[in-house]
């Protein structure tokens, strides 16, 4: 299927490795030109590099905190107006929220909340004036079904959802929609490293809590960041101009309900 979308111009924010990197492959391979960023510069030049040799689209990387106002300038000054913006960023830590200070509440507010809100704002009028645009922010099946030592995600989240729920009906007219995607369980270092603190909590190795959680998902095994990718390339699509405003959960069927 060709999604229509080659030539195109990306924003995938928080894209070095993960679910970001699984995006940008899948629309460079698309034949989109796609700006990548992330803090460390070394394994962002090497994204870069592999993402180059797909032969697809154009590759250009910016080293940057998306979480900060500079690092948003620093992107939209190499991609002033993009069709498509993939927002992401780093998860917030798990903890107890009797721990949490007004400072950890607005540092999770600014990277899941405010950083995509203002990314929207500063390019959502250049693609209602082009009369295409597809903003995608992944967020979590936390939004749908709250972890309970993830407060900092689930509440963050669950603001930018309730904001472009709105905002999302005022521009599908104009061929702009805004979608969210939300990942279950995926095979990515941020797994990875949430199942080595697991297994030290529960006494047992890495390996069997890997088993453990993999074997209690319907599908039997985590996500893959490649099925990440080719999904959000969808939603990105010339062909899905009339979904908008919903929330994809990706997760192998793990939350269960009829609707
Ligand atoms: P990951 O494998 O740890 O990759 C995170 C990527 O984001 C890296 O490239 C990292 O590079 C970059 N990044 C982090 N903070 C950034 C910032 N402030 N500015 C720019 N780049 C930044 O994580 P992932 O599994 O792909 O997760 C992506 C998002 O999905 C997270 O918000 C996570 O909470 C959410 N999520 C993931 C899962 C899952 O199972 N994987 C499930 C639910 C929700 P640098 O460190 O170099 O900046």
Redesign the pocket.
Known sequence: MDLGIQGRRAIV?????????SCAESLVREGVDVVI????KG??EETAKSLRALGGGAVSAVA????TEE?RGLILSVCPDPDILIN????PPPGDFRDWEREDWIKAID?NMLSPILLIKRTIDSMIERQFGRVIN?T???VKSPIDILGL?NGSRAGLTGFVAGLSRTTVKHNVTINNLL????D????RENLKVLAAKHGISVEEMTKKRASGNPAGRFGTAYEFGEMCAFVCSAQAGFMTGQNFLIDGGAFRSTL
């Open positions: 924010c928080a894209a070095s490795k993960g679910l970001g990197r960023c992330a803090r460390s394994p962002l940057c905190d998306v979480t690092g992401n960023a780093g998860g990277a992944i979590s099946g936390a995600s990942p279950g369980p995926f990515t270092d941020r797994l």
